[in-house]
């Protein structure tokens, strides 16, 4: 199981998953769709990778959710970011223990 | 001129000729509405285009009973897939088994690495039918034994190796099957079948355009590609990417081909692997017993029943193999294919090399009207002979 190091109330605010490649973003969008879990398919944004692909946009409070949901499924994060009120991207850990 | 009537094409194991309608519908749709180039940009088409090689995927994980759609590989057809498969997972001294009814597509690439790797090659034992004998496998295995490549459903003789008993002895060696016949005709399933590397093909009974293909890889195995490039992904980095499927699908993929064969692959898991090939076996069971009510004509292959596919080598005395495919088309209409089938090995295996025979391959979409018009034409270029 991972765990995530975000607070669990709804802030409002976004973060973004950053996949292997597209096969990988529309497979996570298959299996969050599946579980009724909000998100989006947007360019990744250009302050966390140089990549031209796709992200998982999603609420930050289902983090946890959409973590644990991609971790059963093999499905490798290999960045993920919350957006801050200013703007910023902040790297977000996931702890695999 | 009278109407002439329309040609009956029995090459389908060369490439499956007509196609379902949705094939056709949906390449032209996708033409003419978006680009096709996946998993490069962000925008919409880019990413619809992703979204087209992504439901392939899935579509032939299903069929294959493959649970991680990863691990299904795109190439231009199973020639491509063989070879990334065997120049990728073949070490210099290996030992490999294989069988004497293998299409040149496996056979030139051990022959190549024969010479370059000095890997060893064994063969299974075959009958006159191209039927192979999968029992002497626990005979053959060395301990370096690293694959064991069969071709499933020969393109020859119609003749199916029996899979199940190959994975219950192969012991650490990995198993690699050339479904480019059976895919889209037979039952595979990676998963119960032991499967460690299946290389299918797209044009033929899976009833997609030419120039797609693939392959599935067993979760664990990891390959060299044999071609680097752009992938869409990891593109800060000037290094292949080390995962399934990107690390073998360098430059823009066949987008458009593979929305074909994805639509191909729909209709045969609509239609039912079981009516397909009941209705094949029903063609076959006819054409066999038509067939053998002609008299100075020989079948090569095993006789009707299950263990064979629709696919039939015949000779008829008095008339050259070449003549009797050419007096079949000009004067009645039959397409059949006439010579080696780039079998050479496997006409050696059952003693029809080097003329090779002429090669009756039934599909989904022939008749029993249609067996019987190249049962009468047989006749009649018979009592020509
Ligand atoms: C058994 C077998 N293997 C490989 C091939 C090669 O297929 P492709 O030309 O699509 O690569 C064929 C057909 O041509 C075949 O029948």
């Known amino acids: ?23 990988f973003v529309l497979k996570a969008e298959q299996l969050l769709k599946g579980q009724g879990l909000l998100h989006d398919v947007v360019p990744v944004p250009r302050a966390i990778s140089a990549d031209c692909g796709m992200a998982i946009e999603f609420p930050c409070q289902e983090a946890g959710a959409v973590t644990a949901l991609l971790a059963a499924a093999d499905i490798e994060i290999t960045r993920l970011y919350r957006r801050t009120a200013g703007g910023d991207f902040a790297p977000l850990t996931i702890d695999n223990g | 001129m009278p109407d002439q009537p329309p040609p009956v094409y029995l090459d389908n194991a060369a490439t499956s000729f007509p196609k379902p309608a949705a094939v056709a519908e949906t390449m032209a749709r996708l033409l003419d509405t978006t680009a096709l180039s996946p998993g490069r940009a962000a925008h919409r088409y880019s990413l619809a285009a992703g979204r087209v090689i992504f439901a392939a995927r899935e579509t032939l994980a299903a069929l294959f009973g493959c649970r991680d759609s990863s691990r299904i590989v795109f190439t231009n057809n199973v020639t491509t897939s063989l070879n990334i498969g065997l120049q990728g997972l073949l070490r210099p001294g290996d030992h490999v088994i294989t069988t004497g009814m293998e299409h040149n597509s496996v056979m030139r690439p051990l022959r190549l690495l024969e010479r370059l790797r000095g890997i060893r090659l064994s063969f299974l034992p075959t009958a006159a039918t191209g039927e192979v004998d999968v029992d002497a496998l626990p005979r053959l295995l060395a301990s370096d034994t690293r694959l064991i490549v069969v071709n499933h459903l020969s393109n020859v003789t119609g ?96 987008t458009l081909g593979i929305a074909g064969l994805a639509a191909g692959v729909a209709f045969v898991r609509e239609t039912g692997l079981a009516a397909i090939r009941r209705h094949e076996e029903t063609l076959t069971t006819r054409l066999l017993d038509g067939l053998g009510q002609i008299p100075g004509l ?88």
Request: with cysteine; net charge negative; charged share 15%.
């Open chain 1, 1 to 23: 199981m991972s765990t995530i190091t975000m607070p669990a109330r709804d802030s409002g605010e976004r973060c973004y998953a950053v996949l292997l490649s597209i096969h």
């Open chain 2, 159 to 254: 003749s199916l190796v029996d899979l199940a008993t190959l994975a219950r002895f192969k012991g650490d060696a990995l198993l690699m099957v050339d479904a480019a016949q059976s895919a889209g005709s037979e039952a595979i399933d990676v998963t119960a079948q032991g499967i460690d590397f299946l290389a299918f093909t797209g044009h033929k009974s899976l009833f997609g355009p030419t120039g797609t293909g693939g392959f599935y890889l067993r979760p664990g195995i990891v390959l060299p590609p044999l071609v680097v490039g752009g992938t869409g992904s990891n593109s800060e980095h000037e290094v292949q990417p080390d995962f399934a499927p990107d690390a073998y699908e360098a430059g823009t993929p066949n």
């Open chain 2, 298 to 385: 020989t079948v090569y292959g095993p006789g009707p029943g299950p263990h064979r596919g629709p696919v039939v080598s015949i000779r008829l005395a008095g008339i050259s193999v070449s003549d009797l495919a050419f007096a079949l088309d000009r004067d009645h209409g039959i397409l059949g294919r006439g010579g080696l089938h780039c079998a050479p090995a496997a006409h050696r295996s059952i003693a029809t090399y080097p003329e090779g025979t002429l090669r009756l391959s039934l599909g989904y979409f022939n008749t029993e009207a249609e067996i019987d018009s190249c049962l009468a034409a047989l006749d009649r270029v018979r009592s020509r002979c």
